[in-house]
């Protein structure tokens, strides 16, 4: 059980790290998404540091077990939030978001497995 959750958990903080950098560094993809979900492009960078907490989250339940399961369970609803936003303006471009909500529901549920919600 330890391992799988130390593999998902680093997973899950290598893609959302590269998601959130992807964002803050102003990359023209966030933007292009955000225009397409009728999102405000000053919006981007907000979402990019919500994937940076997520990420450093994550990576700091290894030794504050609550910050990892605050951390997975908000990556958790960032991404149906994502995929919701997809779904609304009619893209089915969400195999990516489902992708990334599938580790973070895997994060969360391998570490309350492994070691409970504290």
């Not at 955000?34 to 990420?55: E, F, H, N, S």
């Not at 599938?102 to 549920?109: D, G, I």
Request: no cysteine; charged share 10%.
């Amino acid at each position: 059980m330890f391992a799988a959750y130390v593999t998902v958990t680093i997973v899950g903080a290598v893609f959302n790290g590269a998601a959130a950098v992807t964002y803050l560094i102003g990359h023209e993809y966030p933007k292009s998404q955000a225009d397409m979900k009728g999102l405000p492009r000053k919006w981007v960078p907000v979402l990019g540091a919500l994937l940076a907490a997520g990420t450093l989250g994550l990576l700091a339940g290894f030794a504050v077990p609550l910050l990892g399961t605050l951390a997975a369970a908000g990556l958790v609803l960032y991404f149906i939030g994502a995929i919701t936003a997809h779904v609304r303006v009619g893209s089915r471009d969400v195999v990516g978001g489902i992708a990334f909500l599938a580790t973070a529901v895997a994060a969360l549920v391998l570490g309350l497995a492994h070691r409970g919600p504290w």
